[in-house]
C-alpha cells in the first residue's frame, strides 16, 4: 500500500519532495497534486508505467500522455517550437495548458502519440510540481487521475487511497485540489485547434 505523505501546497517539504522523486526514479507511480487536480507522475524512461497508468484510468495503453516541464526553456529540448507556438506558450504558462507538438529525439517513442509522433507539454502553475521537477532535473511523465463512473470533482485523498493505495507508490496529499481537467491546444501543425476546453481560458483563437 502507497505511503501517503501531507505536504504543506505553497511550501512543500524538501524531504518529501525528494522521496518521491527517489520513487520516480526507481520506476515507480506517484501521485500528486497540479493546478488541474491530482494527477499520476513516473520518468521518461519508464515504459512500463504505461500499462500500470492505463489500467488504473481503465483506458488504452497508448493514450496521449503529457510531460509536465518545469519552464518553456525545458520544453525546447523535447518537442519543436515554432514561432506561432512560441509566443502562445509564453502567454499561458505556467497555467492549466497542455499543448500538443512534434516531439523530438530525446522523447522515447512509446511515450509518443504512435501515429503522429507528437507528446502534449505542460507548465503547471503549483508549488509541488515545480518542486518536484526541481529534485528530478528533467520532464516528468504525467497523466491526469480519473476514474470511470467517479465524480472527480468530489475526489478526495481517501478515495485515491481506497480505489489505487496499492497500484502507486506514494500519495502526496495536499487537501482537496480541484479536479478540472487542463485545456489542450494542439499547435503540431502551425495552427492552434483545440482539442479540449478545460481550466485554461480561450483567448487566443
Known amino acids: 500500500m502507497a505511503e501517503v505523505y501531507q505536504v504543506h501546497p505553497e511550501n512543500p ?6 522521496m518521491a522523486i527517489d520513487a520516480v526514479k ?23 508505467a504505461l500499462k500500470k497508468v492505463a ?14 516541464c518545469d519552464s518553456i526553456s525545458q520544453m525546447t529540448d523535447y518537442v519543436l517550437v515554432d514561432n506561432v507556438a ?20 530525446r522523447v522515447p517513442k512509446k511515450m509518443q502519440h504512435q501515429k503522429r509522433r507528437t507528446i502534449g507539454v505542460r507548465v ?11 529534485e528530478l532535473g528533467e520532464p516528468m511523465m504525467t497523466s491526469s487521475l480519473e476514474f470511470p463512473n467517479v465524480d472527480m470533482y468530489a475526489l478526495d485523498i481517501d478515495d485515491v487511497v481506497d480505489k489505487i493505495g496499492n497500484q ?10 480541484a479536479q478540472e481537467p487542463s485545456t489542450v491546444v494542439d499547435l503540431s501543425d502551425g495552427e492552434v ?3 479540449r476546453q478545460g481550466a485554461g481560458e480561450v483567448d487566443f483563437v
Open 55 to 68: 489500467f488504473i484510468k481503465a483506458v488504452e495503453e497508448h493514450q496521449n500522455y503529457t510531460m509536465m
Open 168 to 177: 502507486v507508490d506514494m500519495i502526496i496529499d495536499v487537501g482537496y485540489c
Open 13 to 18: 517539504q524538501p524531504r518529501t519532495i525528494k
Open 86 to 105: 512560441f509566443r502562445l506558450m509564453k502567454q499561458h504558462t505556467p497555467g492549466p495548458y497542455t499543448f500538443i507538438l512534434p516531439a523530438t529525439r
Open 193 to 195: 485547434n483545440i482539442l
Open 124 to 134: 503547471s502553475d503549483h508549488n509541488v510540481v515545480q518542486a518536484l521537477l526541481t
Open 26 to 48: 526507481e520506476g515507480g507511480l506517484i501521485v500528486y497534486p497540479t493546478d488541474s487536480g491530482y494527477a499520476i507522475g513516473w520518468s521518461l524512461d519508464n515504459h512500463q
